[in-house]
Each structure stands twice: as C-alpha cells, then as structure tokens.
C-alpha cells in the first residue's frame, strides 16, 4: 500500500489517533483532553479542552526556535513598485504592536474585528493581530460594495473596523474610505472605533473621533502578547455566498484549523519550514487566509503578498517575474489567472525568460482546472500542474494530489484523490450512494476533519439546514461528481445557484434581489455560464412589468450600474437580456438549470414538471447566443 492510501486509511479507521499525532506539530499552552469530541452529533469539535495562541504559533514560535532573521513575509506589490521584506522578528514585533493598538481601542478575547483592506503588509498584520489577542477578524474582500460590507458588519457586529485609504486595481486607484463610511450609514449596527492606514497614493478623510491614523494608533500602544484561547474559540468569521442574498459566515476554530494546515502544508504542498510559498489570491477569499496567511506562517514558511495581477501589472509575465525573484517553491494561483496569461501570451515565452529553477509545483483551485489550462501551464512549466478542490468551508483541500506525502498520477480534469480526513461519497438525491462511476451530490461522511467550519456565525440552524439536512449524517459540498474506477474525484460544477467567475465565488440569489427591485422588471433570473476566460460568467434574463415600455440597452446599463453599486465590480454582471417570459415548473419555481444546460450548449430535454413548454422553446436561441455588450 502506498503511503497516500496507508494515511487515507488510518485517518478515517481512527480520526483520533491519526490528529492527535498531526496536533504534535503545533505549540499548546494546555494539552487538549480529547482529539475529536463527538459527544453532540452533528456537532464535531476538535482538540477540545486544550489552549493555544494561533499567532503565537504563526509568529513569535519561529522566533524562539531560531528563525527570527528568515523572512516571513515579502510583499511584492508591482502596482507601487514595492518589494519589501518581513523578517519573524520583525512581524512579529509589528503584529503585537498592532495587537496592542486594537486592545487600547477596546479589542478584547471573542470581541470581532472587520478588515476591509487592500493586499497590503497590514491586512496580515490585522489579522494576527486579532489571532493574537483572541478576536475574531472577519476580512471583507475589497471587490465588494459598501452595501455587502454593512451586511457583514450587521452580522458580525465588530467592536473596530480596519481599512486603508485606497486599494490598487491594475492602473486604477480604488478609494476604500468612502466605501466604508457608507457601510457604516448602512448598517444599523454602530461600530465604535476605525483604524484607517493612509496609503501615500490617496488620502483619506477621517471622521474624528471614531476613525484613527494607523501609525497613529500602533506609535502610542505597548506590544500585546499572545493570549491563551479555548481550541474551539473561533479565530475568525469568513462570509462566503450562499444561494440566498444573505451570505453565510463560515467560523474556524483555532485548534483544529492550526493542526489541520500545518499537516497540510507538508503532505499536501510538500513545502516545509524555511521554503518559499506564494498563493497569488486575496487576503479576502478563504485561500489567503489559509495559503497566504496561516498555513505558511505556522509552518515557518516565508510566505509571498502579492498585489498585482496576473497580467498588466506590468505584463503576463508578472507571476513568473514573482516566482523566479523570490525563488518560489510552490505557486497556488485560478486557473482563470493562468487563461489570463495565456491569452496575452500564447507561446509561455515569458515564463521562458526567468529562472523558475527553484520552483517545483503549481497548484490551481478556485474553480476547476480545464484540461486545456492544465496542458497548457504544463507544456509551458515543464513540472507538475497540480488542481485541488475544495471551498471556504473547508478551509483546506478535500481532494488532492497529495505531493507532500505520495505524488499520485494526474489525471487532467480530476483533483486526484479524498485528501486524508475527508470520508468522501456520492450519493444519489434520494439519499442512497450512487453507482460506481455515475454522478451524484459529492458529500462528505461526518465527522468532518480540523479546520473545516464548526458552524455558520450565531446560526447553528442555518448550518444545520445549508449541509447536514439533505443527507443526514453527511456534509453536503454543494458540488456534483463522481469517483472513478481508480478512486478518483471528478467534480462536474456546483448543483445550486452559486457560481464562481474569475475565481471568485458569487451568488446569483443576490444578483436577482438586487435586479427585481427595478422598478420596470417584473420577475427575472441569473444564471452562471461558461466564458472562457472567468470560467462563468453571470447571465441575467428580465421579464418587465406589463405595460413597460423600457429601452433595453437603458436598462441593461441601470441593472449592470445597481449590481456594481450594491455588491461590488467583482460581480461583473454584464449581460442581460430582456425576454417574454421565464420558464418555470408547475409550482412556479424557474428552470435555471436547464436555461444554464441550453446556454453552455447542452442537450436538454424539456423538463416533466414544465408549466408551459413554449416559453422554453422562445427562450432557447436567446440562450444559445451570447450577447455581449
Ligand atoms: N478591490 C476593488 N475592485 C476589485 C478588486 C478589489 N480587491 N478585485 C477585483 N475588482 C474589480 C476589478 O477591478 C474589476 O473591475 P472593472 O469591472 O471595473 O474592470 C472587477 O472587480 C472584476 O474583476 P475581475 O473578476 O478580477 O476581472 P478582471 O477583468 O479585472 O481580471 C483576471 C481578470 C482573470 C485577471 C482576474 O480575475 C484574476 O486575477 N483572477 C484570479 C482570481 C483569484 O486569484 N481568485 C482567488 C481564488 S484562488
Ligand atoms: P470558494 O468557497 O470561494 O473557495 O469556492 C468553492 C467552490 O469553488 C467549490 O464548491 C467548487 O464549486 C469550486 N471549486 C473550487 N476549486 C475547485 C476545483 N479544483 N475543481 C472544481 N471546482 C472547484
């Protein structure tokens, strides 16, 4: 047996004995009483009764274990022509000053904290800074408008807000502040206190005296140590989108998220202590918590934050430019970053003119890795191109190439094998397992391993209900499959209404909310389908009220305007048809699946449960054709 099936099979016969090793990894103030508590089914908590610092382990344990001069961080920033370098020492000196500063403005253990900040050496700083004093951060990504920002903040009800002036999108500079003021009108949660870090590109206006200068805030605290926590205190709140418009706040735990990623890191990554990792995503999104921030720091790895993107900043040799300066070991990056590249350049002409010596791996997640993307990065890198699945849920990968521990076949279109912990099935909706080779709900047998979500954000109903109700016993991914003959997953895309465009995750629950409160639109429909570059792209569909008489180019410019202003440019809704009617089954719910199989070219039949099937046979060549604007 390999060593990959051989850690599979111990991890799932006996969970406890196979953590509790992995747990060795991680400094504990007070040893755990139990590894896997599953006295309140379908309630799991890991390392319960033990205590720890998740900062301490990030930061000031490598100091004391002789790697304060090695680089922590390098914040490689093309968009100001910055490189700069963050030593264990150094970071860890400025995340307790930091950690003092919030604690002077009242930040005290399981107080929340949100983050609303560019890619910048003080989003990480912020971050463990909360892990530090025991808060519990929640980072907004900055794509997103004032009005999700007030959402979350209703949610998570933070005592301080952190943010910066401005954010850098390629050539443009993107104001924060007057995004933040406007959530916090928005929001009838009042948040006391903001820490705004003035970047020299933009000022901002502060409104005294709930907002303070950054540096102002860090020159007048004294240096905060690390505060002992509970394992299964929350470290942070992660919202992610769900089907509805309110988004879901993942929690992670301390405990089990910090054994979790360090295994990780080394049997899946095969990065280990004192090697370079670079996860090109954003501190906002789920794998820059736990691939720019958490896994690589606890490791005692030196850790790349880059801002900038794939192409134009300055060129699409940008990641190869990075990965070669910095010696990179392994590269995470979407796929959709990589079509980027190869869109401007075809040939891989300039990753041909770095020296990528030290680089062994590209990992890819986010959405799924195209066969042709794949043959592509791997024609033009020359080493293995590796995709992984997982989701903000999870934290970390549920299916993969474990190169860390056994580097299996690739197999182009498939993230390999279940990662050790995660007992993954299929099954069949009604609930029983799928026949081999055919395509059902990907699940994932409780109890789930560390470092998944213990619970939605004050909601243990809504968690109940979004994962453990329709297979009880099991988790549900909101993704659909299949294992093969070999044991490997195949995931065929997600089987509710969240789409993933450009690597981002999104709602399109949200898009319509935000569209039906047009005046002229009656009822309407957003689907996601297949672009070639973002992977899908949203598609809007309206039918307007009787008696409407709206110009349709207008009103796609009003619907694209209202989408961008109430949840963020991310959302890049651009197309929007106004049609005659919906389809719909005879309890009035829309067929958005088979309008999604008509619009990525799909044979689909005319579903049974129709109510009138010729509203789908004048929808079908509006379907089929893109109308790009
Ligand atoms: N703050 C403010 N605005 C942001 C933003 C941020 N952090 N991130 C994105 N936006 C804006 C963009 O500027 C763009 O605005 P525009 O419509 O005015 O041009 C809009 O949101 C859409 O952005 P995006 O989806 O990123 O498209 P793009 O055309 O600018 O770039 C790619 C396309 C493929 C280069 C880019 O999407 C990319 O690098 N994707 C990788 C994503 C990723 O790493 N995801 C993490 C998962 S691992
Ligand atoms: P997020 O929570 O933003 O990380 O998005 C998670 C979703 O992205 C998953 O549920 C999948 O639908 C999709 N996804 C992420 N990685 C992959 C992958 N490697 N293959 C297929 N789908 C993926």
């Given at each position: ?334 796929p959709?970053?990589i ?23 590209l990992?890819m997640?986010?959405?799924r890795l195209d066969p042709e993307t794949y043959r592509w990065a791997s024609r033009?890198l020359?080493?293995p191109v590796i995709d ?22 690739v197999k182009p279109g498939s ?215």
């Open positions: 047996m390999g060593a990959y099936a051989a850690a599979y099979e111990r991890s799932i016969a006996d969970p406890t004995r196979f953590w509790g090793l992995a747990a060795r990894d991680v400094r504990w103030l007070v040893p755990p009483d139990r590894v896997l508590d599953d006295g309140a089914p379908p309630f799991y908590r890991w390392f319960t009764g033990g205590e720890l610092n998740t900062c301490e382990n990030a930061l000031d344990r490598h100091v004391e274990e002789g790697r304060g001069d090695q680089a922590a961080l390098i914040y490689d920033s093309p968009v100001t022509e910055t490189v700069r370098t963050y030593s264990y020492r150094e970071l860890t000196d400025l995340t307790a000053r930091f950690a003092g500063a919030l604690r002077a403005l009242g930040v005290e253990r399981g107080d929340r904290v949100v983050i609303y900040l560019p890619m910048i050496p003080e989003a990480v700083v912020a971050m463990l800074a909360c892990a530090r004093l025991g808060a519990v951060h929640s980072v907004v990504f900055g794509g997103f408008a004032a009005k999700e920002l007030a959402v979350r903040i209703d949610d998570a009800r933070p005592k301080v807000v952190v943010s910066a002036s401005c954010g850098i999108e390629g050539a443009r500079i993107v104001p924060y502040k007057p995004l933040l003021d406007q959530a916090l009108e928005l929001a009838s949660h009042k948040v006391e206190r903001c820490v705004v870090r003035q970047r020299p590109q933009l000022h901002a206006d502060l409104v005294r005296p709930r907002d303070i200068d950054w540096d102002e805030a860090v020159a007048g605290a004294s240096p905060a140590g690390p505060v002992p926590v509970a394992s299964t205190d929350p470290l942070y709140i992660l919202y992610t989108s769900g089907t509805t418009g309110r988004p879901k706040g993942v929690v992670r735990d301390n405990g089990g998220h910090a054994v979790a990623l360090r295994w990780s890191m080394e049997n899946v990554y095969g990065v280990g202590p004192g090697e370079v990792f670079w996860a090109a995503s954003d501190v906002g999104w789920v794998v820059g918590h736990s691939y720019i921030v958490y896994a690589p720091l606890l490791t005692g790895c030196t850790t790349v934050l880059y801002e900038g993107k794939p192409i134009g900043t300055p060129d699409a040799g940008a990641f190869w430019r990075v990965a070669a300066q910095h010696r990179v070991k392994a590269l995470f990056a979407a959709t970053a079509r980027a590249i190869k869109k401007e350049d075809p040939e891989g002409a300039l990753a041909a003119a770095y020296d990528l010596s030290a680089l062994e791996t990992f997640a986010g959405e033009v020359e080493r992984h699945w997982w989701q903000t849920e999870t934290g970390w990968a549920i299916a993969a190439n474990p190169r860390g521990l056994e580097p299996l076949p993230p390999t094998v279940p990662v050790p912990g995660y007992d993954v099935r299929i099954l069949s909706p009604d609930g029983t397992p799928a026949p081999a080779g055919a395509d059902g709900d990907i699940v994932v047998r409780l109890p789930l391993p560390p470092g998944t979500l213990s619970t939605l954000w004050q909601d243990d109903e809504r968690f109940v209900e979004s994962y453990l109700t329709r297979h009880p016993g099991h988790y549900l991914t909101g993704d659909g499959g299949h294992l093969d003959e070999d044991g490997y997953l195949w995931v065929m895309g997600r089987t509710d209404d969240v789409i993933n465009v450009a690597g981002h995750r999104l709602s399109t629950g949200t898009m319509e909310e935000v569209i039906a409160a047009h005046p002229a639109v009656a009822e309407c429909a957003v689907i996601g389908v297949q672009d070639p570059l973002k992977g899908q792209v949203p598609r809007g569909f309206v039918v307007l009220k009787s008696g409407v008489d709206a110009d349709p180019e207008t009103l796609r410019a009003e619907l694209v305007r209202m989408v961008r202003e109430q949840i963020g440019p991310v959302a890049a809704l651009k197309e929007i048809s106004v049609v005659a009617g919906l389809p719909k089954t005879r309890s009035g719910k829309i067929l958005r699946g088979a309008m999604r199989g008509i619009a990525d070219g799909r044979e689909v039949p005319v579903p049974s449960t129709i109510e009138d099937p010729a509203v789908l046979e004048d929808l079908r060549p509006i379907l089929r054709t893109r109308d790009e604007p």
